[in-house]
């Protein structure tokens, strides 16, 4: 029998430092690691993993939480990177917190709760919840002023969840009055009582869910035990729980973890890092590594993981003048940092694609190049720029910019004209091109309406056109509103955009018709009425601005533009099998990876973004720069002025010169020799022999081994070839 303290999991691939054995052996109720970007955290979490495993606790008995399904992606990967079979990681509930909730809830609302996740379908009930709270509340509150139009929608969606995140509006208000509650709450009583009309249609008035936006699960199942719910006496039985990331920590979340840790054979082990708080709207704060878990498990243990093991000191310095604090990496590897300057978007652009061509000069794989935009329109310039050196790129499924929603509206404006529609191939764009243009022209149908026309539409494409032709539905009794109004003036300027479309010449420049098609359709205006948050409006102007420039910057006929935006969509999707350059958002590459991070548009106005909280963007700025490996690209206007001001945060020349005096000391340093086991074949049927020869079981792996320094002669057979 192993010693308690012996390490009983050893990774494959690495040498765990002392700081990551002493987690992985750590044997405190409760565990927490804050540490820097790349130090290993959620390695270091597969770790404890693997040695509760080795240990023998079944795997069912493990539940890994994280904030984000991409995180959740992360730790699963760790997981088979460090050498967990397969089969065991199928059976660690690895989750996050919103699908663990939603499961939990489900056991006490059934599972046909809806699950809305996009901001369109959410600000219907919004509106419902608006005129509810009109007709309970008017005259009986003072200041109540609730407007419907989009920025009120897009402040009354971030009020609500915030208020849920928070837990505020679980708090002890009831004997209050709508003004004095909301006050306390710090929250406009519009908002407020707004808010208490969704939550009463959203739980039906108590019965039990009808639907559900994002994080509706984790607040519901932290009100449930909170309330006194005996959910968590159905919780299954976990005995060791993780949470990765956990500077995205709220208090929702914290409460369920509450739950989780404080049945009794539960041990916990959490980590984050205070410096990549990026959602504070939906209530993250660094109080919770800071202070909040300190005051709720007084003898909580505090681990240090002090090393950078993502990049060499060139990179580690330069973060640690960006943020101001201590970080070290003793790693022999020369992790560049490259800066390049342009004068436009296409010239950025082009610098992204020289930045992949030298990438791919100096020997490396371009699989291994990730370019992090700060927002989604920014791909455009770069995703035609690496169409014409081509290059092949991968984006998250339907995030291509020729699959967002206002190009899919202007696309399928175009193939209604150019009678079309079977030019474009792929059934799922299709699909979203009804869809968007359904919600860009503000038409109301019943899903289930929808559902028939799309089905026809994919047997007959040419039927696309006739979509304006079907009726708008109303309820019966329902009288037109002012809001209906401003979309039934959307609806008919499509239509005379859409005649008028069908008279032009298919050899009239692109640009010319693009442009007046926006203005007929009144795009912008749309726009900022459909498209919730002021910001996610900002966005799509920029996106339709730059369809504009690459169709002017093109030349091209609208027939030839209608044929490349085609042809462009079947290059990318015949190519997704060979090797890419990765485009994704810096938001959601939080816990991954590259060896070369590529930074683009880095000015003024883009990043920092003027419309979010300064320290939030530098913590997006931190989390971006920090994924990269072995190259850092940051690309930034001609004109320094205009350079994000993050770049000179970074004290380029100062931190590396450190690192450089830093990196031979890392190269002087002596190198551990890998502790190796030599793993052997011997299956189910050959146990009882390898056993006797002296053979160990890994639990973890599921396989035999034998220590290296063992004799293998008897164990030939079994030896991978
Ligand atoms: N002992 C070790 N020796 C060498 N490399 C290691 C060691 N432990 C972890 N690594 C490597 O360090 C890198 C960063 O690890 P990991 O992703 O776990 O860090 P993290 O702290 O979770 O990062 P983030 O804060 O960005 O989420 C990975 O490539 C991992 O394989």
């Known amino acids: 029998m192993n010693a308690p303290n012996t390490v009983r999991f050893t990774p494959q691939g690495l040498i765990p430092t002392a700081e990551q054995t002493a987690i992985q052996l750590a044997q405190n109720k409760v565990v927490l690691i804050d540490a820097n970007a790349g130090a290993a955290k959620t390695t270091t979490l597969a770790l404890r993993i693997g040695e509760a495993l080795a240990r ?32 065991m990681v199928e059976r660690i509930a690895v989750l996050s917190f919103d699908d663990f909730s939603a499961w939990m809830m489900d056991l006490v609302d059934g599972d046909d709760v809806r699950q809305c996740h ?9 509106l419902q919840a608006m005129d509810a709270a009109g007709e309970r509340y008017a005259g009986r509150v003072d200041g109540l002023e609730l407007h419907t139009h989009s920025l009120a929608l897009s402040q009354f969606l971030d009020v ?9 509006l679980d708090s002890d208000v009831e004997f209050m009055g709508p003004e004095e509650a909301a006050e306390v709450l710090g929250v406009p009583v519009s908002d407020y009582v707004a808010t208490l009309e969704y939550e009463r249609l959203r739980l039906d008035g108590g019965a039990g869910a009808v639907f559900r936006g994002p994080f509706d699960a984790t607040y519901d199942l932290a009100c449930n035990l909170h309330e006194g719910g005996r959910l968590a006496e159905q919780f299954p039985d976990y005995r060791l729980v993780l949470c990765d990331e956990l500077h995205d920590l709220n208090e929702a979340a914290f409460r369920i973890l509450e739950a989780l840790i404080d049945r009794p054979q539960c041990f916990f082990v959490g980590a984050g890092d205070k410096d990549q708080v990026i959602h504070a709207k939906l209530g993250a704060s660094a109080e919770y590594l800071n202070r909040r878990f300190g005051e709720r498990y007084p003898k909580l243990q505090r681990y240090p993981l002090t090393q950078t093991y993502r990049h060499g000191p060139h990179l580690a310095y330069a973060m640690a003048e960006f943020k101001q604090k201590q970080i070290e990496s003793q790693l022999p590897l020369r992790t560049e940092i490259e800066q390049a300057h342009y004068g436009s978007a296409a010239a950025c652009a082009q610098l992204a694609v020289a930045a992949v061509r030298q990438w791919k000069a100096d020997g490396y794989d371009i699989d291994g190049c990730a370019i992090l935009i700060r927002d989604r329109h920014q791909s455009m310039a770069i995703e035609n720029a690496l169409i014409d050196a081509d290059i092949d790129y991968r984006t998250p499924p339907m995030a291509g910019y020729l699959q967002r929603d206002e190009i899919l509206f202007l696309r399928g404006l175009l193939a209604i004209a150019l009678k079309d529609f079977g030019a474009v191939k792929s059934e799922q764009v299709r699909t979203a091109i009804v869809d968007a243009l359904v919600a860009f022209s503000e038409m109301k149908f019943s899903p289930r309406s929808m559902d028939n026309f799309k089905q026809q539409i994919l047997k007959s494409p040419d039927l696309l056109g006739e979509l304006f032709l079907i009726e708008d539905e109303r309820r019966d009794g329902v009288v037109a509103s002012y809001r209906d109004v401003a979309s039934e003036a959307t609806k008919r ?15 009239t420049p692109a640009a010319t018709v693009l442009t007046e098609l926006c203005e007929r359709v009144q795009l912008t205006a749309t726009a900022r009425r459909i498209f ?26 609208l027939a030839e533009f209608w044929r490349a935006v085609n042809a462009r969509e079947a290059f990318i999707r015949r190519k997704r099998d060979r090797k890419s350059v990765l485009i994704e958002c810096a938001a959601n590459a939080k816990g991954k990876e590259f060896d070369h991070v590529i930074l683009p548009f880095l000015q003024d106005g883009e990043f920092p973004h003027p419309l979010q909280p300064k320290r939030e963007e530098e913590n997006l700025f931190y989390v971006a720069a920090t994924r990269a490996r072995v190259r850092l690209t940051l690309l930034s206007p001609s004109e320094s002025a ?19 005096a830093a990196l031979g000391r890392n190269e002087r340093a002596p190198v551990a020799a890998p502790a190796s ?15 006797a020869l002296g053979a160990k079981f890994d639990i973890a792996r599921r396989a035999w081994y034998v220590e290296s320094d063992t004799n293998l002669e008897a164990f030939a057979a079994w030896l991978k070839k």
Do not use: C
């Open 493 to 507: 300027a499509v239509i005379g955009a859409l005649a008028w479309l069908s008279t032009v010449d298919p050899a």
């Open 118 to 126: 996009d901001t369109r379908t959410l600000k219907n009930y919004a």
């Open 642 to 660: 205009q350079r994000s001001s993050f770049i000179a945060q970074m004290r380029l020349p100062k931190s590396s010169a450190a690192a450089e």
């Open 532 to 557: 919730v948050r002021a910001y996610d409006a900002g966005v799509i102007n920029k996106s339709i601005a730059s369809l504009l420039e690459a169709a002017a910057a093109s030349g091209q006929s």
């Open 677 to 691: 086991r030599h793993y052997l074949t011997a299956g189910f049927h050959d146990k009882d022999q390898v056993k």
């Open 56 to 87: 023998g606790l079944a795997p069912e008995q493990i539940l890994a939480l994280t904030f984000t399904p991409e995180a959740r992606e992360v730790l699963r990967r760790r997981l088979l990177e460090v050498g967990v079979a397969r089969a």
């Open 160 to 168: 609500q969840l915030n208020l849920k995140a928070t837990m505020a």
